[in-house]
């Protein structure tokens, strides 16, 4: 089997193509073919492809039937590279990376796509050219190898960038999958919670009723959908607020209180997944959103356009299975918990985490006299850095306790706060700043006042006040960002884990959101489909961290709907 070859597009649908040796360098004279499918079509023994881009290159390749097993993303290992060499935020193309091997002009990225609503062919559609040759394009591989050996932990740096590309293939194959959407179900449960539409483009009716009874509480005309207009009103009843979140609101004594919390819930309804956003995103009962892996700091993955990642459990009634086929919807159970004990290597952690029950559980009968919740809100206190009140003195039982795990994460805060670069097991790096936008990523609320509840992470009711520029914060940033951040890695190997076992099936991965992952599958498959996952689970663990005693359990639901697995 030949180990890898280097492909780089070329004019008029064609591609240069050349054997690689163990340095990256050609190992054989270069090929130019006349088109690209054909290229990798013809050479099925290739065992991973080396290109610039997977989204330049691989939705050609599917919409042709051609799937490879692995690829190297050159652009994503150098935007992993820099951040580990403390560059983060400099250009990543693989022209940028060729300027910056020459000592030349370094160009500036492109703009990011822009996935257009009411098409479906974002990912078909390339970026301005950014094309290198393929002379040029391996001489940056051949480089970026020789980065990654001077890393310091040059094979989990490799696995990382591995992994990541992997992820790319996924996300890609996700997206010409789609994930199955009835769109008449969807009109359904429209009708059902926000009533008709009238004309003109107003408002459906049960928003206006609801717009009319908060106006009605206040006494004069209100607009709930704008905070400002609420906060005035409020205060001119006699009552200080500073936004209309739910945290703060939900707890007045005001007539208007309900159903302007009704009104929000359904509003974002409708402005996020209304009739609107079913006629742009939803094609022939599929919906096929642009992943983008590593989209964010830590790793986690985002999305271009559509919201795959923020669908509400009212609305995931839509996602229904083709009939004969199901949904084999799995959950991670309690992972960053899991992940912390198998990075901080804490032996008594790892023993609670190398058990599939309930591993807040199991902390509680060891630490806190059986009490569960106070166990929970020890461990996430200490991953989202809860370090007053009650959290202060949950934190000193845990460090007590399961010391090792503890001082992992006081470790990584204190790297931040100093300014220090951070990473996960495998080596993302957190870049040298962290502002607002980071921390909302990572779930960590940014001006709740303590105790009261707030954010839709694993954070809420810790109330940080979280400053963007503050060095405490930065701390706290990076106090979950080793954690957070070690999780995403073992889900990228999760997921090539997977798509390695379902190769062979009718099975297919549709949907990947942190710690879930969906594939859809015949009835007679779904089965093996839940063993693949535990398998891969496991692999992944074996791969990400070596071997610990420690253990990735999932819940598996087989479901015909979305919904009916929660």
């Known amino acids: 089997m030949n180990d890898r070859w280097a492909l780089a597009p070329t004019e008029h649908g064609g591609a240069d193509v050349v054997p690689l040796g163990p340095d990256g360098l050609p190992a054989g004279p270069v090929t130019r073919e006349p088109d690209l499918v054909r290229a990798v079509r013809s050479r099925p023994d290739v065992a991973r492809w080396v290109w610039r881009d997977t989204h330049a290159v691989y939705p050609r390749l599917l919409a042709a039937g051609v799937a490879v097993e692995r690829c190297f993303d050159i652009e994503a290992a150098e935007n992993l590279l820099l951040a580990h060499e403390g560059r983060h ?122 717009a009319d009874e908060v106006s009605a509480a206040f006494g004069r005309r209100v607009r709930p959908e704008l905070p400002a207009d609420v ?65 964010t700091v830590s790793g986690r993955w985002t999305t271009n356009g559509g919201g795959a990642l923020q669908i509400p459990k009212v609305i995931r009634r839509a996602v229904v299975a083709d009939p004969g086929w199901r949904l084999v919807v799995a959950d991670a159970a309690q992972m960053e918990p899991r992940v912390l004990a198998a990075i901080s290597r804490d032996p008594a952690f790892m023993e609670v985490a190398g058990q599939s029950t309930d591993l807040y559980q199991s902390v509680s009968d060891r630490a806190f006299s059986g009490d569960r919740g106070q166990a929970k809100l020890a461990v996430l206190g200490a991953m989202y850095g809860q370090t007053s009140g009650d959290g202060l003195k949950n934190l000193a039982l845990l460090r007590r306790r399961f010391p090792k795990a503890v001082a992992y994460v006081d470790e990584a805060a204190r790297a931040g706060e100093e300014g220090r670069l951070v990473r996960t097991w495998l080596g993302r790096t957190c870049p040298p700043a962290v502002g607002a936008a980071e921390a909302e990523e990572a779930g960590l609320p940014q001006d709740a006042p303590g105790g009261t509840g707030t954010g839709s992470g694993p954070a809420q009711g810790y109330g940080y006040g979280y400053a963007s520029s503050d060095s405490r914060a930065r701390g706290r940033f990076t106090r979950n960002f080793v954690v957070q951040g070690s999780a995403a890695d073992w889900a990228l190997l999760l997921l090539a884990a997977l798509r390695q076992t379902l190769a062979g099936m009718a099975a297919e991965l549709v949907f990947f959101q942190h710690d879930e992952v969906i594939v859809h599958c015949p009835e007679d498959e779904a089965p093996r489909v839940g063993e693949a996952i535990r398998e891969a689970s496991e692999l992944a663990g074996r791969l990400t961290f070596g071997e610990t005693p420690v253990r990735f359990p999932f819940t598996v639901a087989v479901v015909e709907c979305y919904a009916d697995a929660k």
């Open 89 to 210: 935020g400099e250009p990543r193309s693989a022209a940028a990376a060729l300027a910056r091997l020459r000592s030349t002009p370094v160009p500036p990225d492109p703009p990011p796509r822009v996935a257009e609503p009411g098409s479906q062919s974002s990912l078909f559609e390339p970026r301005p050219p950014v094309d290198v040759p393929l002379g040029d394009l391996v001489e940056v591989y051949a480089d970026q190898q020789r980065r990654h050996a001077a890393t310091g932990l040059p094979d989990r740096m490799r696995l990382l960038t591995a992994s990541e590309s992997a992820g790319m293939l996924v996300a890609a194959e996700m997206h010409a999958a789609g994930l199955p959407w009835r769109a008449d179900v969807h009109r359904d449960l429209l009708h059902e919670l926000l009533g008709e539409r009238y004309a003109g483009g107003g408002e459906p009716r049960r928003l206006a009723e609801l």
């Open 231 to 295: 906060v005035k009103a409020f205060g001119g009843a006699g009552i200080t607020v500073k936004s209309t979140r739910r945290w703060e609101i939900s707890s007045l004594d005001h007539p208007a209180v309900k159903p302007l919390l009704e009104y929000k819930k359904l509003y974002r309804i409708y402005t996020a997944h209304g009739w609107s956003w079913l006629q742009d995103w939803v094609r022939d009962g599929r919906f096929r959103p642009e992943y983008l892996p590593g989209g």
